[in-house]
T-cell receptor, first 114, second 112 residues
Framework: SQTIHQWPATLVQPVGSPLSLECTVE??????LYWYRQAAGRGLQLLFY??????ISSEVPQNLSASRPQDRQFILSSKKLLLSDSGFYLC?????????????FGAGSRLTVL | SQQGEEDPQALSIQEGENATMNCSYK?????LQWYRQNSGRGLVHLIL?????REKHSGRLRVTLDTSKKSSSLLITASRAADTASYFC????????????FGTGTRLQVFP
């Protein structure tokens, strides 16, 4: 069966520090991968999605970047965090229900920037 | 940008009552999905409805889709305290099914 792992679960970082959140998927190959951010009590904002290695689409201008070094690994990074980067970051992979991408989410990473 | 907007933002009901949540979206879609999120957790897929479908059922869930009005509704019948969660709709775009945009969500509280 497929599983998705996301870490770290909780992170407290000072403004200006770097960030690396990691997401890996097991039990499938060539999944679509997604990073979303959720501000407290709010909806999900799509940050990046990837339909394959070296195919990453950025949705929101920001100081974040994403990389996909392996087929089932998706990393969210920042060189210098801002206060506004605080939030709940969710990684997801999609499986195809013909003609539709259905998402399976990780448990999330809660980032607090101080 | 936000594709979907749910209303109400929050809903409180008693166990046994029905809960109805609505979602409106802006562009043409291929599919619309509903997800559930327990507090502080990842989202869980509930149900998918395609643009050529008008209604779909899954257990106590009933979803309708009106593409002419660009809206969908999720009905949870005979609600239980365990249904307490936030519910989100998600849409793709007719030109790009890989990109899923979520709405703002409805927070449902079911009191025992």
């Amino acid at each position: 069966s497929q599983t998705i792992h996301q870490w770290p679960a909780t992170l407290v970082q000072p403004v200006g520090s770097p960030l690396s959140l990691e997401c890996t998927v097991e039990g499938t190959s060539n999944p679509n991968l997604y990073w979303y951010r959720q501000a407290a009590g709010r909806g999900l904002q799509l940050l990046f999605y990837s339909i394959g290695i070296d195919q990453i689409s950025s949705e929101v201008p920001q100081n974040l970047s994403a990389s996909r070094p392996q087929d089932r690994q998706f990393i969210l990074s920042s060189k210098k965090l801002l206060l506004s980067d605080s939030g709940f970051y969710l990684c997801a992979w999609s499986w195809l229900d013909p003609g539709a991408n259905v998402l399976t989410f990780g448990a999330g990473s809660r980032l607090t920037v101080l | 940008s936000q594709q979907g907007e749910e209303d109400p933002q929050a809903l409180s009901i008693q166990e046994g009552e029905n809960a109805t949540m609505n979602c409106s979206y802006k562009t043409s879609i291929n599919n619309l999905q509903w997800y559930r999120q327990n507090s502080g957790r990842g989202l869980v897929h509930l149900i998918l409805i395609r643009s050529n479908e008008r209604e779909k059922h899954s257990g106590r869930l009933r979803v309708t889709l009106d593409t002419s009005k660009k809206s969908s509704s999720l009905l949870i019948t005979a609600s239980r305290a365990a249904d307490t969660a936030s519910y989100f709709c998600a849409t793709d775009a007719s030109y790009n099914t890989d990109k899923l945009i979520f709405g703002t969500g409805t927070r449902l509280q079911v009191f025992p």
